[in-house]
């Protein structure tokens, strides 16, 4: 685990720039987005980050993220 305050946006671009980090790896060796297990609280849904990243990566098509 790594010690990071939620509070702190600095600290929450940093756990962000790790998940991009990981989904591009895992990407590139074809295997499915680890990323997509952290969740924000209400809805239980990726966040808007994650779902900005699918797209670009080709992973989610436009519309594929509506409820």
């Known amino acids: ?15 962000a720039g790790i998940l991009d980090t990981i989904a591009s790896e895992e990407g590139e060796a074809d295997r ?3 990323p997509v297990v952290v969740v924000n609280s209400a ?5 808007g ?4 990243m699918s797209r670009s990566q080709g992973q989610m098509r436009p519309g594929q993220d509506k409820l």
């Open 49 to 52: 980050a994650f779902l900005t």
């Open 1 to 15: 685990m790594i010690d990071l305050d939620r509070s702190n946006p600095g600290e929450r671009n940093r756990l």
């Open 32 to 34: 499915p987005w680890l």
């Open 43 to 47: 809805p239980t849904m990726p966040g």
